[in-house]
């Protein structure tokens, strides 16, 4: 879905399509993205190959204060995690207000 022509909507993460691959962290030309992730063993694997592991997400956060709308995470995503969602943005009231988070529970 892509943004209303003229407006700003806001970008949101598709989280089981994301691996933590942090293309859209390092495309983004404000930074403001960030994420955490850890690596778990990948079960069921055949006898005799060799282990593997993947990406976990843990935080996936979007400073919107620093945020340019540009797209550019959207396009370089080659999972397609990220969407516009065409609601336009809120503003904040305060700096931590302007910061979007999603942090997954340890385990």
Known sequence: MSSPEGSHGWIRLIEPACTSCMI??????????????????VGDLPSGARERTRNVLDRFAID??????????IEECPYDALE????????????????????RPPS
Do not use: K, N
């Open 64 to 73: 919107w204060s620093l945020c340019m709308y540009c797209g550019i995470c």
């Open 24 to 41: 859209c962290a390092r495309e983004c030309p404000t930074w403001c993205i960030s994420l955490d992730s850890h690596a778990e063993p």
């Open 84 to 103: 516009w969602v065409g609601e336009l943005t809120q503003p904040g009231f305060t700096s931590e207000a302007l910061v979007e988070e999603m942090v």
